[in-house]
């Protein structure tokens, strides 16, 4: 899923902080049904009233017309729930600052219960309680939040509570990241105050989820832990899966599936096993989603069972407490937001654990399109986090990972400690992870060309140029002038005869050239380059790559003898 990854994470351009002032009224504690002791409102009320401005905990509320169809069991079953088109221009401004603060819609999951119900997103396979020791580890559940919505936090917390067996939770550790909305103030004390299970740890500055989710690690007791994200549901049944397979074998790290709750209307959606996907990364070191790929699956008789990761999205895991520390835990010099999650995969499997995806656990969770919080100002905090995990994990490949970057690495301090700890483990190299453990990804060295393809007509200063990525897929190529600077002009012609970056490959059915994923089937993504007559030549169609005298679109035409609009020169090209 390139859900997971917002490119928002790409550090720059992110929201400021908003001051107290302008941070919304606390959402609504209360269950629906609760809804309708509130009082004081303006205009006759219909069926129930929709908080508004809660004034105090307990308390008086203004409220609003509500929704036509508004009903106490909004959202039950994870259901969407979605806001009637015409609504007050009161209501409008709440939601709005809704999404402003949180980057999902905080007011539909102010209507919720949050103590919802869910469907049941497991295989059949996984309700069969024998497949489990009976004999399971506690784990102690370590949730990390900056500035999270109150509904959501707490609905975050009573799953985990109303869905695992009581005896397994050792306690739930939640650690504030120095949030300024007020209602994570004492009001999340006196609330969890109820629920001795629930401990509250806080941090003295803005940490960022890594240092705070070693703080929170610090707090913990239980043989496992367990972190989620501040914005997910559990499901019926979610944790015993993963704690069996600690239980087997303390050196595996299980990740559950993570389903998706929808940002504006809060529907839990999920699939059966067979749509399960494993994490991978490419050499921008940005994490994303594949199918299990055919060697996983002969390792299996049914697609409900643990299937081997290369890497975790990041934000739920298990992991054994012994391991975790025994692996050096995170790298602490990592700030904010992203790397770490490649950090820990690649040392779980280089330094003697396995990572696997647990199908029989889900866990829901709110994707977001951009980052609501603030990150750190003139540092780019995931490059530097990126460039620390290159530096420690990645030895001669690392190089890969900085052509993507212009070879800027910046400032990323001192890495010395890291390195020693993968000495002292005697960790495996990262060539033998990548034949091992992700034999999927292509390696540019393994390119017969890198750079870029520049073509020779009309001036010959126009490279092909776009961007890659899910978003992308089946939109034309573009050309632009060349700029030498990686980028969007960085392609790899493979061995194989794909023109590539990354899992995108160029592609011709016959309209436009296009990227998609590449299939490694040739066909529409066969192209030989012909280095006496400089001609791109295409698989199926037997057409050459041009560009038009505008130097605007490309073309695919016969091919001619001494067309310089169909001459190419692949940067790097050794046949
Ligand atoms: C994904 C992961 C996330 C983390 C991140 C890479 C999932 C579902 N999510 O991004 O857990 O691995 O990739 O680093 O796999 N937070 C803080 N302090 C901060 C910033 C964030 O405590 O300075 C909290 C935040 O409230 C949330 C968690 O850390 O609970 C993850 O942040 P996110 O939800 O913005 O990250 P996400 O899901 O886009
Ligand atoms: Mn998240």
Same mark, same amino acid.
């Given at each position: 899923?390139?859900?997971?990854?917002?490119?928002?994470?790409?550090?720059?351009?992110?929201?400021?902080?908003?001051?107290?002032?302008?941070?919304?009224?606390?959402?609504?504690?209360?269950?629906?049904?609760?809804?309708?002791?509130?009082?004081?409102?303006?205009?006759?009320?219909?069926?129930?009233?929709?908080?508004?401005?809660?004034?105090?905990?307990?308390?008086?509320?203004?409220?609003?017309?509500?929704?036509?169809?508004?009903?106490?069991?909004?959202?039950?079953?994870?259901?969407?729930?979605?806001?009637?088109?015409?609504?007050?221009?009161?209501?409008?401004?709440?939601?709005?600052?809704?999404?402003?603060?949180?980057?999902?819609?905080?007011?539909?999951?102010?209507?919720?219960?949050?103590?919802?119900?869910?469907?049941?997103?497991?295989?059949?396979?996984?309700?069969?309680?024998?497949?489990?020791?009976?004999?399971?580890?506690?784990?102690?559940?370590?949730?990390?939040?900056?500035?999270?919505?109150?509904?959501?936090?707490?609905?975050?917390?009573?799953?985990?509570?109303? +869905?695992?067996?009581?005896?397994?939770?050792?306690?739930?550790?939640?650690?504030?990241?120095?949030?300024?909305?007020?209602?994570?103030? @004492?009001?999340?004390?006196?609330?969890?105050?109820?629920?001795?299970?629930?401990?509250?740890?806080?941090?003295?500055?803005?940490?960022?989820?890594?240092?705070?989710?070693?703080?929170?690690?610090?707090?913990?007791?239980?043989?496992?832990?367990?972190?989620?994200?501040?914005?997910?549901?559990?499901?019926?049944?979610?944790?015993?899966?993963?704690?069996?397979?600690?239980?087997?074998?303390?050196?595996?790290?299980?990740?559950?599936?993570?389903?998706?709750?929808?940002?504006?209307?809060?529907?839990?959606?999920?699939?059966?096993?067979?749509?399960?996907?494993?994490?991978?990364?490419?050499?921008?070191?940005?994490?994303?989603?594949?199918?299990?790929?055919?060697?996983? @699956?002969?390792?299996?008789? $049914?697609?409900?069972?643990?299937?081997?990761?290369?890497?975790?999205?990041?934000?739920?895991?298990?992991?054994?407490?012994?391991?975790?520390?025994?692996?050096?835990?995170?790298?602490?010099?990592?700030?904010?937001?992203?790397?770490?999650?490649?950090?820990?995969?690649?040392?779980?499997?280089?330094?003697?654990?396995?990572?696997?995806?647990?199908?029989?656990?889900? %866990?829901?969770?709110?994707?977001?399109?951009?980052?609501?919080?603030?990150?750190?100002?003139?540092?780019?905090?995931?490059?530097?986090?990126? %460039?620390?995990?290159?530096?420690?994990?990645?030895?001669?490949?690392?190089?890969?990972?900085?052509? +993507?970057?212009?070879?800027?690495?910046?400032?990323?301090?001192?890495?010395?400690?890291? @390195?020693?700890?993968?000495?002292?483990?005697?960790?495996?190299?990262?060539?033998?992870?990548?034949?091992?453990?992700?034999?999927?990804?292509?390696?540019?060295?393994?390119? %017969?060309?890198?750079?870029?393809?520049?073509?020779?007509?009309?001036?010959?200063?126009?490279?092909?140029? $776009?961007?890659?990525? @899910?978003?992308?897929?089946?939109?034309?190529?573009?050309?632009?002038?060349?700029? +030498?600077?990686?980028?969007?002009?960085?392609?790899?012609?493979?061995?194989?005869?794909?023109?590539?970056?990354?899992?995108?490959?160029?592609?011709?059915?016959?309209?436009?050239?296009?990227?998609?994923?590449?299939?490694?089937?040739?066909?529409?993504?066969?192209?030989?380059?012909?280095?006496?007559?400089?001609?791109?030549?295409?698989?199926?169609?037997?057409?050459?790559?041009?560009?038009?005298?505008?130097?605007?679109?490309?073309?695919?035409?016969?091919?001619? $003898?001494?067309?310089?609009?169909?001459?190419?020169?692949?940067?790097?090209?050794?046949?």
């Amino acid at each position: 899923n390139g859900n997971v990854i917002n490119a928002g994470g790409a550090g720059g351009g992110l929201r400021n902080e908003l001051d107290e002032a302008d941070i919304p009224p606390t959402a609504a504690k209360a269950r629906p049904k609760d809804l309708g002791r509130l009082s004081s409102e303006k205009k006759p009320r219909k069926k129930a009233a929709i908080p508004l401005k809660p004034k105090a905990q307990d308390d008086t509320r203004q409220v609003i017309d509500p929704p036509v169809n508004f009903e106490e069991s909004l959202g039950e079953m994870g259901k969407p729930v979605t806001l009637p088109n015409v609504i007050s221009d009161e209501m409008k401004k709440a939601v709005d600052d809704g999404w402003t603060n949180n980057a999902f819609n905080q007011y539909v999951s102010d209507l919720i219960s949050v103590h919802r119900t869910l469907p049941d997103p497991r295989d059949a396979w996984c309700k069969d309680t024998a497949r489990y020791l009976s004999n399971l580890p506690a784990t102690d559940i370590i949730i990390c939040f900056h500035n999270e919505a109150w509904t959501v936090l707490l609905r975050t917390v009573h799953s985990v509570l109303d +869905r695992s067996p009581e005896h397994l939770i050792g306690k739930i550790i939640l650690v504030d990241d120095y949030s300024n909305m007020p209602h994570l103030k @004492k009001q999340l004390e006196d609330y969890f105050a109820a629920y001795p299970k629930v401990q509250i740890v806080r941090g003295q500055k803005r940490e960022g989820l890594i240092r705070a989710r070693l703080l929170g690690a610090s707090y913990a007791k239980s043989p496992v832990l367990t972190y989620l994200d501040s914005h997910c549901e559990c499901t019926e049944g979610w944790l015993e899966p993963l704690l069996d397979r600690i239980a087997r074998n303390s050196t595996t790290v299980v990740c559950p599936v993570i389903d998706v709750i929808n940002d504006d209307t809060l529907e839990y959606h999920y699939r059966d096993s067979s749509g399960v996907n494993v994490g991978g990364f490419d050499w921008s070191l940005q994490f994303s989603w594949h199918a299990v790929p055919e060697r996983e @699956k002969k390792r299996h008789n $049914s697609t409900a069972e643990p299937v081997y990761s290369p890497t975790m999205a990041g934000g739920l895991f298990s992991i054994d407490r012994e391991f975790f520390n025994h692996l050096g835990t995170y790298d602490s010099g990592f700030d904010i937001w992203g790397g770490e999650n490649l950090e820990l995969s690649f040392k779980t499997w280089m330094c003697g654990g396995t990572l696997e995806i647990v199908p029989c656990s889900h %866990v829901g969770h709110i994707f977001r399109k951009r980052s609501p919080y603030k990150w750190r100002s003139g540092v780019n905090v995931l490059r530097k986090n990126s %460039v620390r995990l290159a530096e420690v994990w990645l030895d001669d490949y690392a190089q890969y990972y900085y052509y +993507r970057i212009g070879n800027e690495k910046g400032d990323f301090g001192d890495v010395s400690d890291r @390195k020693k700890l993968r000495e002292d483990l005697q960790c495996k190299s990262f060539k033998w992870y990548l034949d091992n453990i992700y034999p999927e990804l292509f390696i540019p060295g393994d390119a %017969v060309a890198q750079g870029e393809i520049r073509n020779l007509g009309y001036g010959g200063r126009t490279c092909l140029d $776009s961007p890659t990525g @899910k978003k992308h897929q089946k939109k034309a190529v573009g050309l632009y002038p060349c700029h +030498r600077q990686g980028g969007n002009q960085y392609w790899m012609l493979s061995k194989t005869g794909e023109i590539r970056r990354d899992d995108f490959c160029l592609d011709y059915a016959g309209k436009d050239v296009v990227l998609y994923s590449c299939h490694g089937g040739k066909g529409n993504q066969f192209w030989t380059y012909r280095e006496n007559t400089k001609q791109l030549h295409h698989g199926t169609s037997g057409k050459c790559l041009a560009i038009n005298e505008a130097k605007d679109k490309v073309l695919m035409e016969e091919c001619g $003898s001494s067309l310089t609009r169909q001459e190419w020169v692949l940067e790097g090209y050794d046949s």
